[in-house]
Each structure stands twice: as structure tokens, then as C-alpha cells.
Antibody
Framework: QVTLRESGPALLTPTQTLTLTCTFS??????????VSWIRQPPGKALEWLAR???????YYNTSLETRLTISKDTSKNQVVLTLTNMDPVDTATYYC?????????????WGQGTLVTVSS | QSVLTQPPSVSAAPGQKVTISCFGS????????VSWYQQVPGRAPKFLIY???KRPSGIPDRFSASKSGTSATLGITGLQTGDEADYYC???????????FGGGTKLTVL
């Protein structure tokens, strides 16, 4: 079955760089049409889409955060990595990775449990 | 400010029906399919609807959805207390070249 799990630091200080890893199983990012996205949710607020990486290494970013975000994949490890530079307290959120269920329909059919990242001095 | 607009809250009694709207634009809902997610506090979102109106396996037919123009609607019939959650719509915005979500709607089953 398909599973995804986020891992990374729980606490960062302002200006640090966040590096999160999504380790998945049950599918491969070498399969045509497969994609993984990162989505975050500040406490008590709405979902915010961050980035997406495709099987062909095409990458898409939230335009508001594009200068700070990098998404990459390691297909040998079944992992997708997200980095967000210059962290600020407003970046405090639960960060989720999710599989994109179909390349044309942009839905997220499997989600990780999420990892809470707190930014505080 | 979310790209897609949802009402902050809706409520209805057990057994009743409720609808949740999602308004977008010609660059997102107008040309791309809509999905819906249910999120119970403290849990990851759960996949409810894809391709505007299709239910993945395991989602009861009490949940339905539709799309018309630049808006979409989620409907839930036979409301149960277990349906209390936040509901989000999502799609792709072809102008932003990015995924987008609604601001979420909190459903209260009175």
C-alpha cells in the first residue's frame, strides 16, 4: 500500500534553513505520471500548497515562496526533499507531503501524517 | 488569503443535508478539475473527491460534488456527528502554475 512519512527538525530559530524529507513507499517517482507535493498548514489556518516535483524532474513552486523553496528527489531512496531558507516564525506550521494521484487531475490521494515545525528564537 | 474562496463555516442538524461552495476563477476551477478533502483537527487531510465529482473507493455516497464554470460544490447528505470537520477544495492554477486550496469550511453538525 501507499505510505508517506515526513521527517525533519521540530524546532528552528529564525534565519535557519528547514530541510524536510518525505520517505514514501508503494509507488515510484520513476513511473511516468507520478508526482509528490508539499503542503503546509499553520496552526488553526488553511492548507497552503508549497511545491511539486514530477517523475520527469519538472518542479513547480508557490510563487510567494519561490525564492526560498527548493524541491528535489532521490529515486533510489524513494525520497523527496524540501528546503525552505530564511525561516521566520510565520513559517511555523505542520508540513505534509502528499502523492499527486493523477498528472492531469491534481488531486492528493495519499498524505503523510505531517510534521510540526516551530520557528522561534 | 486563499486563491479559492469557501465559506468559513456551515452547520446543519444530524440527518440533514449541507452544501459547501468553492469559488475560483478562469485560471483554476474554470479549466482544471477540483478535489475535496476532509480534515479532522489534529489529523492529516483525507481525500474525498477527485475530478470534480468522483469518489475514491471507501468514500460513502453521502458525499457528492459538482462543478459549474468557476465554482464547485460539495454536498453531504444524512449528516452524522462524525462528519464534523474542516473541508477544503483544491485544484491547479494554470496562471500561477501552482496548486491552490480554499480557505477551508468548518462543518458543525448541531
Amino acid at each position: 500500500q501507499v505510505t508517506l512519512r515526513e521527517s525533519g527538525p521540530a524546532l528552528l530559530t529564525p534565519t535557519q534553513t528547514l530541510t524536510l524529507t518525505c520517505t514514501f513507499s508503494g509507488f515510484s517517482l520513476t513511473t511516468s505520471g507520478m508526482s509528490v507535493s508539499w503542503i503546509r498548514q499553520p496552526p488553526g489556518k488553511a492548507l497552503e500548497w508549497l511545491a511539486r516535483i514530477n517523475w520527469d524532474d519538472d518542479k513547480y513552486y508557490n510563487t510567494s515562496l519561490e525564492t526560498r523553496l527548493t524541491i528535489s528527489k532521490d529515486t533510489s531512496k524513494n525520497q523527496v526533499v524540501l528546503t525552505l531558507t530564511n525561516m521566520d516564525p510565520v513559517d511555523t506550521a505542520t508540513y505534509y507531503c502528499a502523492r499527486v494521484g493523477h498528472p492531469a487531475y491534481y488531486y492528493y490521494d495519499y498524505w503523510g501524517q505531517g510534521t510540526l515545525v516551530t520557528v522561534s528564537s | 488569503q486563499s486563491v479559492l474562496t469557501q465559506p468559513p463555516s456551515v452547520s446543519a442538524a444530524p440527518g440533514q443535508k449541507v452544501t459547501i461552495s468553492c469559488f475560483g476563477s478562469s485560471s483554476n476551477i474554470g479549466i482544471n478539475s477540483v478535489s475535496w478533502y476532509q480534515q479532522v483537527p489534529g489529523r492529516a487531510p483525507k481525500f474525498l473527491i477527485y475530478d470534480n465529482n468522483k469518489r475514491p473507493s471507501g468514500i460513502p455516497d453521502r458525499f457528492s460534488a459538482s462543478k459549474s464554470g468557476t465554482s464547485a460544490t460539495l454536498g453531504i447528505t444524512g449528516l452524522q456527528t462524525g462528519d464534523e470537520a474542516d473541508y477544503y477544495c483544491g485544484t491547479w492554477d494554470s496562471s500561477l502554475n501552482a496548486g491552490v486550496f480554499g480557505g477551508g469550511t468548518k462543518l458543525t453538525v448541531l
